[in-house]
């Protein structure tokens, strides 16, 4: 099975919707799952946000892709999924 890393948690559906459209548009082929986020690093509450994996080769350019357009909030570093 090929290698995917994690690059972006969406805090709502609608960012989700526009990391997928994003990623769609350039052929990228990704998944979806569920992701408990800390919501403020000082405090303890989780929430649910959406995580975004795409194939490890890929994941530098999605990143920066996702940056570009002024997501970069959301953006996993690279090492931490």
């Known amino acids: ?7 972006f948690i969406a805090a709502n559906v609608a960012e989700a919707k526009v990391v997928e459209r994003l990623l769609e548009s350039e052929g990228i082929e990704f998944g979806i799952t569920p992701e408990a986020v800390l919501q403020h690093p000082s405090s303890n509450v989780c929430l649910q946000g959406l995580l ?13 892709l996702l940056a570009e357009r002024g997501l970069g909030r959301g ?3 690279a090492g931490r999924s």
């Open 75 to 77: 953006v996993v570093p």
């Open 1 to 7: 099975m090929p290698m995917r890393e994690a690059i």
């Open 52 to 64: 975004f994996e795409v194939l490890a080769e890929q994941g530098e350019h999605c990143r920066r």
